[in-house]
Structure formats: C-alpha cells, structure tokens
C-alpha cells in the first residue's frame, strides 16, 4: 500500500489541504469472488436476459452466477456514483480527471488470468469536464502503463524517460471519436506466474505473450506443456491441493468441470478454458470475435501469422522481455508467498486423514 487509508472517499476530502491537488485511488474488494449465492436473481435480475459470453455453457448455475457478479458490478458503481456526488457538493467535480476501470476480467474460466479479451479488455472511462469533450467513444489501443504519464503531463510534470507507457493527453483534448491515433494500431498483452498451478515440483507459470490488432489477436505460449490454467490433478500439484488454481473457484468452473463430458459441446467449452494450448494461437476478430476457433494452423493464414509473430517477438526483444531473450525462467524462480484455489472439501478431508 501507498500512502494513508482512508474510511472513505468524504473522509478524504474533508482531511486533504484544500488549496493542493490530490489523487485518490478508490478500490474495493466488489466484484471480487467469492460471491452471495443467488444475491443477483434476488436485487431483481431476469437471468433469461444475461448474455452469456459464447465460452461459457447455457445452464442456470451459470447464469445466476454471473448475475451475481454483477451485482456486485452495479454495488461498485454506485461507490463510485458517490464519490462523484462528493466532487460535485465541494465544486471540484469538473476540475478532476476521473479514471474508471478494472483491473483483470471477470474472475471466470477463461477470462481472468487468460490473455483472451475476457481477460485482459478491461473498460475505461476517463471524465475531466473542463477539458475532455464528453459523449465521445474511442477505439484507439491504451495500456495501464498510459496513466501515469497522462497524470504526469496533465499537471505539468516532466515524465521520466524510464516510464515505458504514452500519454493519452492527445486522445483525451481531441475532439474525435473512433481511431484518433494512427500509432496506437495495437497493444502488447502478456502473463507470467498468476498462480502456481502445475504437478509438483513445478513451480512455474503460464508464460504467454500475446499481440492484438482491431483484426488479429496472436498469442505465443512458451510452455504449451504447461496447464494453462492449472492441473486437474490436485493430489500432484505443487500446492498441495490446488485445483486447476489459475481459475477462480465458483459456480461456473464446478459447472465446467462437473459436466465436462455431458455432451461434445460441454467438452468443447471445458478444452477451451482448461485444456492444454499449442504454442500458438491466432484468431480472426472479424470472423471470430469471440476468439474460439485458433487459425494458427490454417494455411490461409500463414502469412498473417508469420507477420505478427516477428512483429511480437521484435518488440519484445527491443523491450528487453527475459521471455524472448532465453531467460525466462528466472520468472519461476521467485518465491511465491499467496496461496491457491482448492478442490472443493480439501482442507476438511486432509485435516480427517491426519492423526
């Protein structure tokens, strides 16, 4: 942590100097697993009118499930509606940059932890009402690394040369919508060790990079001998217990799981947010938005594939990533101190077992 906590957001104001600027990250555990069972269908949610995303199987355990996130979605907006509120009762509402968004996909299969857009799209709202033209919806490539810099610029501050990040200044003065900025045409994603989740003594990760354009997403896993999301085999993991742990625990990964072998299509969904991955990846985001169906293998698209995955490796090598410059390992190397996911009961049965 950096810097005081406060109770709340008023606290804050009411205890900041009132004649300095200030910046506030405003955090909360919403909507982070796990879940009140059912608190979606309860605040008044038709689970018929959830849009499920295409990886996930229709059943109601999913469904209520994913209500249940957004419960907890709509319990953080309406946090965030309040501090605006308080911005605005003190007059400092259009003098402050507000930046809205998340910090990983929804604690799903397939989503976070997983460099598909269900995992690593995150939204973004950015209000600053004495300079920002409202209403407007851009499409240009930002990353996190763009905040800090943006802040920087915007209170005059020189940014650092060590910052690897872009303003967005430019975009957010523009008066456009759409693509405003003809270099931001893609952006770099990428994952390391989330979790350990692998068969003992394996304590490595998932190492994946991943290069998206408006047209393509191509991914390289370096260990495609690696779970991507972690062993089934919780009695050999690593973490003694840890139950495909790269995944959140909850209604919709039981369900996966339970009835993985409930028809071809419970199996396809299950392969796809469970099963191992070759060592690329690449879909057609015109035809495949959804990113389900990998082209990498295809002829058709052996060019593009090709094309992007020099692209990808050059700018990592010019970055200096460990990963492309044969020294990656030194990522499995660190002491990991969290913990994992576990198979359902395990704490419970190991405890009977012990004398």
Sequence with gaps: LCGTRYKNFRQFLADRPKDRPFCYWLGSSDPHRPYKRGSGAASGMD????????????????????????????????????AVAALEEIGELDNTIVVMTSDNGMPFPRCKSNLYDGG?????????????????QVEDFV?????????????????????????????????????????????????????????APDWG??????????????????????????????????????????????????????????????????ELAFGKRPAEELYDLESDPDQLHNVAADPRYSAIRKRLAGRLMQELRATGDPRAL????????????GGAPKYPGWEKNRNRAQP
């Design 47 to 82: 689970l018929g009118k959830i849009k499920l995303f295409p990886c996930f199987p229709d059943a109601a355990e999913v469904r209520g499930d994913v209500a249940d996130y957004y419960f907890e979605v709509q319990r953080f907006d309406r946090l965030v509606g309040e």
């Design 143 to 199: 990353s996190f690394t763009d905040f800090a810099p943006t802040f920087l610029e915007a209170a005059g501050v020189p940014v650092p040369e060590e910052m690897t990040g872009r303003s967005l200044l430019r975009i957010l003065l523009s008066d456009r919508s759409g693509r405003v900025d003809p270099t931001r045409d893609h952006v770099l994603v990428g994952k390391e060790r989330h979790v350990p989740a692998q068969e």
């Design 120 to 136: 690593t799209r995150m939204p973004l709202a950015i209000r600053w009402g004495r300079r920002v033209k409202p209403g407007r």
């Design 326 to 337: 044969g020294r990656g390992d030194l990522f499995d190397a660190y002491p990991y101190l």
């Design 205 to 270: 990760g998932y190492p994946c990079r991943g290069l998206r354009t408006h047209e393509f997403f191509y991914i390289r896993n370096f260990r495609p001998d690696r779970w991507p999301c972690g062993t089934p085999n919780y009695r050999r993991a690593v973490i003694p217990g840890a139950w495909y742990a790269d995944t959140d625990n909850g209604p919709t990964k039981t369900y996966m799981i339970e009835n993985k072998d409930k028809d071809p299509h419970h199996r396809t969904l299950y």
